[in-house]
């Protein structure tokens, strides 16, 4: 269940969360494929996520619902 998509500030690359899956996918935007899926036991429902402007972080954060 993707809930939301960030995209790195070079345009390659986009990070879905997923919430049900307490994942976040990293996709390709030039072959809209997924090369990684980041998982960690400390995920729950992961909702937003925000891409540092120099691209090398990540940051996701939960519902709290």
């Given at each position: ?29 030039s072959t ?23 691209g ?10």
């Open positions: 269940n993707p809930i939301y998509a960030a995209v790195s500030s070079d345009g390659t690359r986009v990070y879905v969360t997923n919430g049900v899956s307490n994942s976040v996918s990293v996709i390709n935007t809209n494929a997924v090369v990684a899926t980041i998982t960690d036991p400390s995920f729950s429902n992961p909702y937003a996520a925000s891409v540092s402007p120099d090398t972080s990540v940051y996701s954060w939960e519902s709290s619902r």
